[in-house]
């Protein structure tokens, strides 16, 4: 075997394990929704789910209720909550140069929960909205408010990834002193509302909410996997991305649009939500390497298995409470994250 033959064969074997990585994420994902939907107060046998899920066989109403009106939309909206945030993590930590990067790192997350705390204590919505989705509506707002901010100023100034992280600092701080002065003059039953808003959680999850982010996610992952090949070589550099003839700062535009809609949709849902879209593509990474073909698929896979797992762990941590599980994805996340990253220098 020549020498071009053995490095196309290497080539083909790196390739075949990277799609069957990239197959066991998506299996893991599909098997932490079926425990999420057995973990609960009212402890539904996997059996029961299933035919509850299928409509094979008898089942009592009870349980189909639980299934489909209660944990059902939980389950489903952690999954795509987490594909989401991670997807937008690992385009973000490319296009920005920065490990660190995650959705919230533009202000999103604080410009959100500003826009919920005007809803919640001042009562200020968006005419014409339903009191239901009142907050939610107002959260997606102020976010996508920050992103025109964000897009304007960085246009302004060159759109370099220096000057949006910057700015992106700028809003986040700016946003969470604003949200400071609501929480002050907030009365005692909303600033408790509004502070469970921020802590992040399923509980409010609705199929309407869920088919928004649903499409949301459908829009934007193609144009994410269309650009995959570019984000790939933005890995070397934009000086060596330029010399392939990419226009880098047309890519990094285009691309914290696409990350800021998947943010401002999944925060407006579920509230802030933590450690997902900064440990998932770290997770993925270290799993398929840097190729953005395999990475991003990884990378929403990944987040849809650890958003599942800490909805699953939101309900068993404490028996007979419910934590939010913007709590659970840092408390228990972090560590996972920090070992994993110890192990990857220790390597």
């Not at 053995?6 to 799609?19: G, K």
């Not at 060596?240 to 700062?249: E, I, K, P, R, T």
């Not at 407006?268 to 390497?289: D, E, N, Y």
């Not at 298995?305 to 939101?314: E, P, R």
């Amino acid at each position: 075997m020549s020498a071009v033959e053995t490095i196309l064969a290497e080539q083909s074997r790196r390739t075949q394990r990277r799609v069957l990585l990239v197959a066991l994420l998506g299996l893991g994902a599909v098997l932490s929704v079926l425990l999420d939907l057995v973990s609960g107060p009212s402890g539904l046998p996997l059996e029961q789910v299933l035919q509850a899920l299928t409509g094979a066989g008898e089942v009592p109403k009870a349980a189909e209720v639980i299934v489909w009106q209660v944990r059902l939309p939980v389950a489903v909206m952690a999954l795509l909550v987490g594909a989401a945030l991670s997807l937008s993590g690992a385009e973000m930590q490319t296009v920005l140069d920065n490990p660190l990067a995650e959705p919230f790192t533009l202000g999103i997350s604080a410009s959100a929960a500003l826009g919920a705390g005007v809803a919640i204590v001042l009562g200020l919505a968006i005419p014409g909205i339903p009191a239901l989705w009142a907050v939610s509506a107002n959260a997606f707002v102020f976010a996508l408010l920050a992103l025109g901010l964000l897009q304007l100023a960085s246009a302004l100034r060159g759109g370099g990834s220096e000057v949006v992280i910057l700015l992106g600092i700028a809003v986040n701080f700016t946003a969470a002193a604003l949200l400071a002065l609501v929480q002050f003059v907030a009365s005692p039953d909303a600033l408790q509302q509004l502070v469970f808003w921020t802590m992040g959680s399923l509980v409010n999850a609705r199929w309407e909410g869920i088919a928004v982010l649903a499409l949301v996610l459908a829009l934007c992952l193609p144009f994410s996997l269309a650009a995959s090949w570019r984000l790939t070589a933005l890995r070397l550099g934009a000086d060596q991305a330029q010399g392939f003839g990419l226009d880098v700062a047309h890519l990094r535009r285009w691309t914290l649009v696409r990350v800021s809609l998947l943010a401002a949709a999944s925060v407006s849902m579920v509230g802030v939500i933590g450690f997902v879209g900064l440990a998932g593509p770290h997770i993925a990474r270290m799993a398929v390497g840097e190729d953005h073909r395999f990475l991003l698929p990884a990378s929403l896979f990944t987040g849809a298995l650890l958003m599942s797992l800490a909805s699953v762990a939101s309900k068993l941590l404490v028996p007979g409470i419910l934590l939010p599980v913007g709590i659970v994805t840092s408390l228990v996340g972090l560590p996972v994250f920090f070992a994993l990253v110890l192990r990857r220098e220790a390597r």
